[in-house]
């Protein structure tokens, strides 16, 4: 069984849009949100997939939110089924933090042979054995001391060497300032990161936020040989469940 979000009570979150961000942007893909996260990032724009005593951020249905219906547990088969019948054929697995239920992903991937398969993580989860081998893409985006958690529970540095000797993994850092940019520049250095596998990503939840920031991050990545990325989906759609 998988413990997914929901767009409205009773809705799994799975979707067709366009990957938004990183080494795959602006690719057709399917999303599947999981639930529940290890973490607690106070900028998070998917909050409500953990953070279940209320909705951070307006939503027209948010009065009917309740820590139930926010969340809803399917068998493989039923999330399978979901994502066939949505034609593109990438899968990407988000959350909250989907590695925390990797044993029934092994399960849910299996029955889509064919599928490219990217996960979005937070990297301090070790994927489950009979999912990794069944993963084209990391996405990983570890969590610099401006999200609020403690470094001890943010950054494992196994976790993160692992991840840096991955070739499918592509970390993907959000910034918001010149402090985070250092933490990210210490981090490349320590685990031996290559530029060409690094992504810096503006924290923002609206086209106007991330406005203010991207052409200064822009000018960052250029000067320290890293990957830009945009988030592509706020920009056409806002910050709105399901796309
Ligand atoms: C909601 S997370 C889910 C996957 C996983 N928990 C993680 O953090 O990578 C998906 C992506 O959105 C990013 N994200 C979340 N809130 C953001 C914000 N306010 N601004 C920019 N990126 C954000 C995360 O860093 C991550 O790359
Ligand atoms: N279009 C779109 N692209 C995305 N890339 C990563 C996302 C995520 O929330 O993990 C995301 C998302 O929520 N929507
Ligand atoms: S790790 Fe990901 S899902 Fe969890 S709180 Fe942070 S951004 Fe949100
Ligand atoms: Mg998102």
């Known amino acids: 069984m998988l413990t997914l979000a929901t767009t409205s009570p009773g809705?799994?979150?799975?979707?067709?849009?366009?990957?938004?961000?990183?080494?795959?942007l602006g690719r057709?893909?399917?999303?599947v949100r999981l639930s529940r996260c290890n973490l607690a990032c106070h900028w998070c724009d998917t909050a409500?997939?953990?953070?279940?005593?209320?909705d951070n951020r307006p939503h027209k249905d948010a009065l009917a939110f309740d820590r139930h219906a926010n969340q809803l547990t399917l068998s493989e088969n039923e999330v399978a089924t979901r994502i066939r019948a949505l034609s593109p054929d990438r899968l990407v697995i988000t959350g909250g933090e989907p590695?925390?239920?990797?044993?029934?992903?092994?399960?849910?991937?299996?029955?889509l042979p064919g599928m490219h398969v990217e996960i979005e993580t937070n990297g301090t989860v070790a994927p489950h054995p009979a999912?990794?081998?069944?993963?084209?893409?990391?996405?990983v985006s570890p969590k610099l001391s401006h999200s609020g958690n403690p470094a001890d529970l943010a950054l494992i540095p196994e976790r993160l060497a692992a991840?840096?000797?991955?070739?499918?993994?592509?970390?993907?850092?959000?910034?918001?300032?010149e402090s985070d940019v250092s933490e990210v520049l210490a981090l490349q250095q320590t685990y031996a990161i290559p530029g060409d596998r690094l992504f810096l990503m503006a924290e923002g939840r609206s086209p106007a936020e991330l406005h203010a920031r991207n052409r200064?991050?822009?000018?960052?990545?250029?000067?320290?040989?890293?990957?830009?990325?945009?988030?592509?989906?706020?920009?056409?759609?806002?910050?709105t469940r399901g796309t």
Request: aromatic share 16%.
């Open 163 to 177: 991840w840096a000797a991955d070739p499918r993994a592509f970390f993907k850092f959000v910034v918001a300032g």
């Open 11 to 24: 809705e799994p979150e799975i979707f067709a849009s366009l990957q938004g961000e990183g080494a795959s």
């Open 48 to 54: 409500y997939t953990w953070r279940f005593e209320g």
């Open 99 to 111: 590695l925390l239920q990797g044993a029934a992903l092994a399960r849910l991937v299996a029955l």
């Open 131 to 139: 999912l990794d081998h069944q993963v084209h893409q990391y996405n």
């Open 216 to 239: 200064w991050l822009g000018d960052i990545c250029l000067r320290h040989g890293l990957r830009f990325t945009d988030r592509l989906h706020i920009h056409l759609y806002g910050d």
């Open 28 to 31: 057709p893909s399917t999303f």
